[in-house]
Nanobody, 119 residues
Framework: QVQLVESGGGLVQPGGSLRLSCVAS????????MGWYRQAPGKQRELVAV???????NYVDSVKGRFTISRTNAKNTVYLQMNSLKPEDTAVYYC?????????????WGQGTLVTVSS
């Protein structure tokens, strides 16, 4: 069974920074994509940033230039460095993984970590 464990969320003032981490464990043969999604109260879950196995990244327009996604393949870990945070970045952030194991194609979600941007 594959699990994702996120960490790094918390309360930060506007303009501040946070770094989220997500570690994947379990029977993983290879990872195609890891990424971060977020869901604010009363809104649908949206993609924030993704990174593929070859390092290609993609960001939602609202975070471009402020957030950076990175990945350590050897450790099955993905990070999200969030700078210049705004109140509208407040949400539960979820880690997501797609890849291959011995069984069916993997689409796994983490439990989420809360990011609150407020003064």
């Amino acid at each position: 069974q594959v699990q994702l464990v996120e960490s790094g969320g918390g309360l930060v003032q506007p303009g501040g920074s946070l770094r989220l981490s997500c570690v994947a464990s379990g029977s993983i043969y290879s990872i195609n994509v890891m990424g971060w999604y977020r869901q604010a109260p009363g809104k649908q879950r949206e993609l924030v940033a993704v990174i593929t196995s070859d390092g290609t990244t993609n960001y939602v327009d609202s975070v471009k230039g402020r957030f950076t996604i990175s990945r350590t393949n050897a450790k099955n870990t993905v990070y999200l460095q969030m700078n210049s945070l705004k109140p509208e970045d407040t949400a539960v952030y979820y880690c997501h993984l797609e890849g291959y194991s011995i069984g069916p194609y993997l689409r796994v979600w983490g439990q989420g970590t809360l990011v609150t941007v407020s003064s």
